[in-house]
């Protein structure tokens, strides 16, 4: 199967542009819940952020502050939500890693529904201390 973004990385396929260099590009969104929607790709085909090399996410993650930087400038939004889905249950439609980046402005009806009680000290304890072991291995 060709990934769509591979194709966009190379111009195979059209795509409006908002900034390309060696490791990463971003084009304007096809959806646009919001005016200025942005999708930051690298143009290495990694499948999720779990493939991601640290290097690459440092540069796309510099790349996507300063994108959103000068879309806060020519929006004048509200505010800024960066989304990145992975894996079939994490809602990811396109196996190829990207990070939309989503303007926000005051009452937009763009809603995030999930429940906010907030969890047990000891529940979060125990969460925490699994991570670093993780991170340890």
């Known amino acids: 199967m060709?990934?769509?973004?591979c194709e966009v990385s190379v111009r195979k396929v059209p795509a409006s542009?908002?900034?390309n260099d060696r490791d990463v590009f971003a084009i304007m969104s096809l959806e646009q819940p919001n005016p200025y929607?942005?999708?930051?790709?690298?143009?290495?085909?990694?499948?999720?952020i779990y493939d991601l090399e640290d290097?690459?996410?440092?540069?796309?993650?510099?790349?996507?502050?300063?994108?959103a930087r000068a879309i806060r400038k020519v929006s004048n939004c509200d505010g800024m939500?960066?989304?990145q889905s992975n894996g079939r249950?994490?809602?990811?439609?396109?196996?190829?890693?990207?990070l939309h980046l989503v303007p926000r402005f005051a009452g937009d009806?763009?809603?995030f529904d999930w429940d906010n009680t907030p969890s047990k000290r000891e529940t979060l304890d125990q969460f925490a201390d699994e991570i670093c072991l993780g991170l340890k291995k």
């Open 2 to 5: 060709t990934c769509v973004f």
């Open 17 to 19: 542009y908002v900034y």
């Open 37 to 48: 929607k942005v999708l930051v790709i690298p143009h290495a085909h990694v499948e999720s």
């Open 55 to 67: 290097e690459l996410a440092a540069s796309i993650f510099q790349v996507t502050a300063k994108i």
């Open 81 to 83: 939500n960066l989304v």
């Open 89 to 98: 249950a994490g809602q990811q439609d396109v196996f190829h890693f990207h």
């Open 109 to 111: 009806q763009i809603i």
